[in-house]
């Protein structure tokens, strides 16, 4: 058996970054929803404020926000699949 010869170049990895970016997106609407419902006056400013008085009531707050975007991503990772699955049965048919 003869040996390998030697790559003239090293393998390169490939680094798929979109998951570090989604994370990165997520936290900016994080802040962002978080800033609307502290600093803006909206219909649920009383309540925000009510809890933004005790430990507690700013984890609650914070933990809501999280859920939002947690079921807002199911939501639009759903949407997407939907409408891959709907362009590949499309591109099979013509």
Same mark, same amino acid.
């Given at each position: 058996?003869?040996?390998?010869? #030697?790559?003239?170049? $090293?393998? %390169?990895?490939?680094?798929?970054?979109?998951?570090?970016?989604?994370? @990165?997106?997520?936290? *900016? /609407?994080?802040?962002?929803?978080?800033?609307?419902?502290? #600093?803006?006056?909206? $219909?649920? %400013?009383?309540?925000?404020?009510?809890?933004?008085?005790?430990?507690? @009531?700013?984890?609650? *707050? /914070?933990?809501?926000?999280?859920?939002?975007?947690?079921?807002?991503?199911?939501?639009?990772?759903?949407?997407?699949?939907?409408?891959?699955?709907?362009?590949?049965?499309?591109?099979?048919?013509?």
């Amino acid at each position: 058996m003869a040996p390998q010869p #030697a790559p003239s170049e $090293p393998a %390169t990895i490939r680094r798929d970054y979109t998951a570090i970016v989604l994370v @990165g997106l997520l936290g *900016l /609407v994080e802040i962002a929803i978080l800033y609307v419902l502290i #600093a803006v006056d909206t $219909p649920v %400013t009383p309540l925000v404020r009510a809890l933004l008085r005790n430990p507690f @009531g700013v984890f609650t *707050l /914070v933990m809501a926000v999280v859920v939002l975007l947690c079921f807002s991503m199911v939501g639009i990772l759903s949407w997407a699949e939907w409408a891959h699955k709907r362009r590949l049965r499309a591109g099979r048919a013509a």
